[in-house]
Every structure is written in C-alpha cells, then in structure tokens.
C-alpha cells in the first residue's frame, strides 16, 4: 500500500515537471489524482463552491483576452506594461503606506501589529501576533526543465535549493486547536548560494486562502475595528431553520472550550463591503486539513518575474500538494493537536511533496489588489518540485525564531504596486522586532 502511495505522488511530478497547464476552456487536464478520494481535486465541492461564490461576487469578473501587442523588438507586451508601470519597482525601505498621509511605514506597520495584538483572544507575548503555533521542516526545491525560461532567479536555474519551511495555524494565541476551521499558513525559505542557513536567501509567504479580504491598509483597519471578538452560544435548530428560510448560512456551533470568535464581524464587515465576500466565505468554509502536506497554499499578491530576455510578466504562486487535497469530516469532534504528530509520522515514512505553480496574468487582471482573485483560464506554469524530508532538529531556530518576508527577494522577482504587500514588509520587521527574530536583510544594499 506505502508503495503505491509513493507511486502515486511521485507520477504528478514526473509528468508534469517542465510542462504548463493548459487553459480549462480548451478542456485540458488542469488536475491532479488524490490517492485517498480516487478523484480529482478540482472536482471537489469546495472547488465548485468557490466558482459559485465568485460569479454572485464578482459578476464583472470575465475572462480577458490574451494581449497581442508587442514592443518593437517583438517582446510581448504584458500586464505590467500595461496597468502597472509607474509602480513596478517596489520600495527600498519602510517608507509611508498610506497614500498622502504623511505616516511613516514603521509607524503604521506598529499601528497594524498593535490591531491584531488587541484582538487576540489571549496575548502571546514574545510569540507570533497571528500564526503563533506552527513546525519547521528541512526539505530541498529543484526547478522545472522550463522555470529558467520564465524567471532569471537563483532557485529557478535547476540545481538543488535547500529550504526551511513553517507550517502554522493561521490562529493568534498559544492554544494549540488543529481540528478548527482555520487558514494554515506555509512560509517557505529558499537558502541560496551552497544552501548555508544563514547566507543570502529568499522567501515565498503563503495561506491556503485563495484571497485576502482587505484592498489596503484602510480596509485592514476597519477590519479589525469590526471583526471584533464576541462571545459565542449554540445556536438553536429553530434558528437555524429559520436562517435557511432566509437564504442565509446559519452560525456554526461553537467548538468545545470556545467561547468568543470573529465570525460575526467577520460576516458583517463582509456584508458592508463587496470585495471581501469571497475571502471570508472562503475562510469560514476552509475547514481542517487531515495534514499540512494536503492543502494547497497561494501566495496571494502579484509579483513580477523577469525572463532571460528582459520580458517583465506579473504572476502568482501557489503550492500544490501532490498527494491531493483532503479536510477532516466537519462533523466529527475536532483534534487540538494532531498536525505535528501526522507530519512527523509521514515524514518518517515517505518524503511529502509539493509542485511550485506559478500563473501568470494578462491585460485587466488586478495586479493591486488581492481581494481579486484572476481568471481560472490563464497559463499556469510548473517552475519547480519542493521536496520535504524532515521535521527540523533545531524548532526553536528554524520553528520559531526564523522570521519570514515577502520582501526577501532575489534578482528576477520584484514586489508590485499591492498596498498589502508594502505594509506587510514593515509590519513582519515590527512583529520580529517585538518576539527577538532574525533580522530582515533583503540585499548587501540594505546591509549597509
């Protein structure tokens, strides 16, 4: 049976290292095999759901045609080119967030950590804000046959990479509740040059949440002025009856030994503005991955690539497990603590492994927004497999102490123009700053 499994996780890489996926509407195959369900992920409910959600969400949101136009020298003329030139370098330092306000990035990155800090249901002092409980694990990355091709980066030229990921309950607080709806988080760390841990490296942030449900720092903060927490009952069945009359989802039950959540501002901040609707539907029906190696994780903001020619094209990544996606049954009692124990188990067992999908977007995609999530019909590229190997012997180091960014870059990606993504580079500082992590370097130019 283990060899089985390990056939069935190994043929997804090998068919589809160095190939894209090819659009749905020219009826391709854009899947991978679950071994456990014998299906196909994409043919999920939660999949089907999503694609419900999206068009009552976003009815405007319409397949765009592929651009035509070229610059002189027959380089294709992309998104950014298009909608996005003007802020296609990202900022140097921690310099204002807000538009015309005058604030300072480090301030406002304090103001933004100080906000999710209050909304704990209890603080965590010297942990993560968000993300507090999660497990390092030792892996390696190799590129696609054609990742060279697209992007210029070190870890996309085909040798090994070694890496570091976290695994981590999106929860704030330092109760460990694995069985709870919840998004997951995986912070990848690619160690560049020989692989030393602690040379020049780059980072990948990602959630299993498809969207994010603020367009920028103003949103954040109503967000959080709204989504407060609130205590929670069991909802009667006569209610519940009643909500469903009304078309309306009727509230969950609350978990064993839960007595406050967001959910209800959540819901409310979601009914005031439109944009957040996919994000939090998406969040309050995530549910519990029967692992951490099987649910798919995206890095939600738009990133610029830049190919051997000099061709600039924004793209988004994601992880895609290749063991196949797989919840826990929502209806049982849930765990608290199981995903250390079942990743520690597996790894023992088999390696776990991942395919780095990179999609890449075309002209009236948003590139500055991550409430908007792009066309199901655009290219999608393998760039590489990720191999993990072992839980970390040093959780402490490579568990807790590592501090992730999303601007820790490398030549051939550039951050875009998405507000979110400029305030999480000085608010991920404010949150190392406040538990003692690994300080931030993005460049040799920023080390001086």
Same mark, same amino acid.
């Given at each position: 049976?283990?060899?089985?499994?390990?056939?069935?996780?190994?043929?997804?890489?090998?068919?589809?290292?160095?190939?894209?996926?090819?659009?749905?509407?020219?009826?391709?195959?854009?899947?991978?095999?679950?071994?456990?369900?014998?299906?196909?992920?994409?043919?999920?409910?939660?999949?089907?759901?999503?694609?419900?959600?999206?068009?009552?969400?976003?009815?405007?949101?319409?397949?765009?045609?592929?651009?035509?136009? @070229?610059?002189?020298?027959?380089?294709?003329?992309?998104?950014?080119?298009?909608?996005?030139?003007?802020?296609?370098?990202?900022?140097?330092?921690?310099?204002?967030?807000?538009?015309?306000?005058?604030?300072? &990035?480090?301030?406002?990155?304090?103001?933004?950590?100080?906000?999710?800090?209050?909304?704990?249901?209890?603080?965590?002092?010297?942990?993560?804000?968000?993300?507090?409980?999660?497990?390092?694990? *030792?892996?390696?990355?190799?590129?696609?046959?054609?990742?060279?091709?697209?992007?210029?980066?070190?870890?996309?030229?085909?040798?090994?990479?070694?890496?570091?990921?976290?695994?981590?309950?999106?929860?704030?607080?330092?109760?460990?509740?694995? $069985?709870?709806?919840?998004?997951?988080?995986?912070?990848?760390?690619?160690?560049?040059? $020989?692989?030393?841990?602690?040379?020049?490296? @780059? *980072?990948?942030?990602?959630?299993?949440?498809?969207?994010? !449900?603020?367009?920028?720092?103003?949103?954040?903060?109503?967000?959080?002025?709204?989504?407060?927490?609130?205590?929670?009952?069991?909802?009667?069945?006569?209610?519940?009856?009643?909500?469903?009359?009304?078309?309306?989802?009727?509230?969950?039950?609350?978990?064993?030994?839960?007595?406050?959540?967001?959910?209800?501002?959540?819901?409310?901040?979601?009914?005031?503005?439109?944009?957040?609707?996919?994000?939090?539907?998406?969040?309050?029906?995530?549910?519990?991955?029967?692992?951490?190696?099987?649910?798919?994780?995206?890095?939600?903001?738009? !990133?610029?690539?830049?190919?051997?020619? &000099?061709?600039?094209?924004?793209?988004?990544?994601?992880?895609?497990?290749?063991? &196949?996606?797989?919840?826990?049954?929502?209806?049982?009692?849930?765990?608290?603590?199981?995903?250390?124990?079942?990743?520690?188990?597996?790894?023992?067992?088999?390696?776990?492994? !991942?395919?780095?999908?990179?999609?890449?977007?075309?002209?009236?995609?948003?590139?500055?927004?991550?409430?908007?999530?792009?066309?199901?019909?655009?290219?999608?590229?393998?760039?590489?497999?990720? @191999?993990?190997?072992?839980?970390?012997?040093?959780?402490?180091?490579?568990?807790?102490?590592?501090?992730?960014?999303?601007?820790?870059?490398?030549?051939?990606?550039?951050?875009?123009? *998405?507000?979110?993504?400029?305030?999480?580079?000085?608010?991920?500082?404010?949150?190392?700053?406040?538990?003692?992590?690994?300080?931030?370097?993005?460049?040799?130019?920023?080390?001086?």
């Amino acid at each position: 049976m283990l060899s089985n499994i390990n056939a069935l996780e190994e043929l997804p890489c090998q068919i589809a290292r160095g190939r894209r996926t090819e659009k749905i509407g020219d009826h391709q195959s854009n899947r991978a095999r679950c071994p456990e369900s014998h299906g196909f992920i994409s043919s999920c409910p939660i999949r089907i759901a999503r694609r419900l959600v999206r068009l009552v969400c976003e009815p405007d949101h319409m397949p765009v045609l592929r651009s035509n136009v @070229t610059f002189g020298g027959g380089r294709r003329l992309n998104s950014i080119d298009i909608a996005n030139a003007s802020s296609a370098n990202g900022t140097s330092g921690c310099r204002s967030i807000r538009n015309g306000e005058g604030m300072t &990035g480090s301030s406002v990155a304090k103001q933004l950590v100080d906000a999710i800090i209050a909304n704990l249901p209890e603080p965590a002092p010297g942990l993560r804000p968000v993300h507090t409980m999660g497990v390092g694990v *030792d892996g390696y990355f190799m590129a696609s046959d054609v990742a060279r091709n697209y992007c210029i980066a070190e870890h996309f030229r085909g040798h090994r990479v070694e890496v570091s990921v976290r695994f981590s309950n999106g929860f704030g607080g330092p109760k460990q509740h694995d $069985g709870w709806s919840d998004v997951r988080g995986m912070a990848t760390r690619f160690h560049l040059q $020989g692989g030393v841990k602690d040379g020049p490296a @780059t *980072d990948l942030i990602a959630t299993t949440l498809g969207e994010f !449900f603020a367009r920028n720092v103003e949103d954040f903060f109503e967000f959080t002025k709204i989504a407060r927490q609130h205590p929670v009952q069991r909802e009667s069945p006569w209610r519940k009856i009643l909500d469903m009359l009304q078309l309306k989802e009727p509230v969950r039950d609350p978990y064993p030994k839960e007595t406050t959540n967001t959910d209800a501002g959540a819901l409310s901040y979601a009914n005031r503005y439109r944009f957040a609707q996919l994000a939090v539907f998406e969040a309050a029906q995530i549910g519990a991955p029967v692992s951490y190696t099987r649910a798919t994780y995206h890095a939600i903001h738009t !990133f610029m690539v830049e190919d051997p020619h &000099g061709v600039r094209r924004p793209v988004r990544f994601s992880w895609q497990p290749v063991a &196949g996606v797989r919840t826990t049954d929502p209806t049982a009692t849930p765990v608290d603590k199981y995903l250390r124990h079942e990743l520690e188990e597996r790894l023992r067992r088999w390696p776990a492994r !991942f395919m780095l999908m990179m999609t890449i977007g075309e002209a009236g995609d948003a590139l500055d927004d991550p409430t908007k999530p792009w066309s199901a019909r655009r290219v999608r590229v393998v760039m590489g497999t990720l @191999t993990l190997t072992n839980l970390a012997k040093d959780q402490v180091a490579d568990g807790e102490r590592i501090s992730f960014n999303p601007w820790r870059l490398v030549p051939g990606i550039e951050p875009s123009g *998405d507000p979110i993504l400029h305030a999480r580079r000085c608010a991920y500082e404010v949150s190392r700053e406040m538990r003692g992590g690994c300080p931030f370097i993005r460049s040799q130019a920023d080390a001086k």
